[in-house]
């Protein structure tokens, strides 16, 4: 396969699968990355390098040069103008640059919530906007609407404890990366996932604390407990130490604490393939990677 892809984002949890995965399937990949030491030493010499950064439109343009498509899958920061900055700014760069060198498919992630009830939350507010960004754009486009992943529980873990935020009682079909990386391909491949908004949802519906539960039972069967602390504490800890971080994951738990999981996966099922894998057998996949077993 001659189509090249750059990856924007290569270096993140749910952007490496997503390189790996295009790899593996005969595309050529270009990762754009403000570090390329660093891109390397994570990745692998069986990928292209650039050096680059969203916010020079000059580096995108020369980056996107011999690219058939983008995948653009990034965190903007822990304030309001970083999320603006890096991933808004960052996309209508990039979306300036693509039509410069005629690319043929931009994929964006987003997530699978009401964004217009959601907009008091500024992550949600950047998504809509870069969504209606790329809609309007006159480029083929293919918007990923993503439920939570598996992968964040292992950052709930700290000090041999678990610990979830708030009370979280709202349902989650979570997914696994490795799903939804083989969706993107897929979707790289079909001229019928071109201009479509495909909504990816898990085979299990949970609640934080219990994908945590099931995840610490194959993983970590030492911890016992899953305790719970308040967002107001997060909140308070993150002000009084100055800590941007914390003070932001409080609000990003408000956020799922106050909104609920949205939309429906029919469409991206059949046409890309559904997300089939559970807690348990992710969770399996983790020990069986890291050796363990």
């Keep these: 396969m001659n189509k090249k892809i750059l990856v924007i984002g290569a270096t993140g949890k749910l952007g490496e699968p ?52 983008i995948h653009f899958s990034l965190r903007g920061g822990f304030t309001t103008e970083e999320l603006n900055r890096v991933e808004y700014q960052g996309l209508v760069n990039t979306i300036n640059a693509a039509k410069k060198n005629d690319v043929r498919r931009f ?16 992550m949600a507010d950047v998504k809509l906007k870069s969504e209606n960004a790329l809609m309007n754009s006159g480029i083929p486009y293919t918007i ?21 935020i708030g009370k979280q009682p709202n349902l989650w079909r979570f997914v696994s990366a490795d799903d939804f990386a083989k969706m993107v391909s897929k979707s ?15 085979p299990e519906a949970l609640t934080i604390k219990e994908g945590l539960s099931k995840y610490l039972k194959i993983v970590h069967p030492e911890i016992k407990k899953v305790s719970s602390v308040s967002i107001g504490m997060i909140a308070f800890i993150g002000t009084v130490t100055f800590n941007r971080e914390l003070k932001y994951l409080a609000e990003l738990m408000r956020f799922f604490e106050r909104e609920k999981e949205y939309g429906d996966s029919k469409e991206t099922d059949e046409l890309l393939g559904a997300a089939r894998t559970t807690i348990e057998q992710w969770a399996k996949n983790q020990i069986d990677n890291s050796g363990l077993n």
């Design 18 to 69: 997503v390189a790996r995965q295009l790899l593996k399937d005969g595309f050529k990949v270009k990762v754009f990355s403000r570090n390329v030491n660093k891109a390397k030493e994570q990745l692998d010499d069986r990928f292209e390098y650039v050096r680059g950064d969203v916010s020079d439109s000059a580096t995108i343009n020369t980056a996107l040069e011999d690219c058939w498509g």
């Design 107 to 122: 994929v964006f992630l987003s997530i699978a919530v009401d964004l217009e009830k959601a907009r008091w939350f500024p």
């Design 144 to 164: 990923f609407s993503a439920t939570s992943f598996y992968e964040n529980f292992p950052q709930m873990i700290r000090s041999g404890k678990a610990s979830t």
């Design 188 to 202: 790289f491949q079909l001229d019928q996932a071109a201009n479509k908004k495909f909504y990816v949802l898990g």
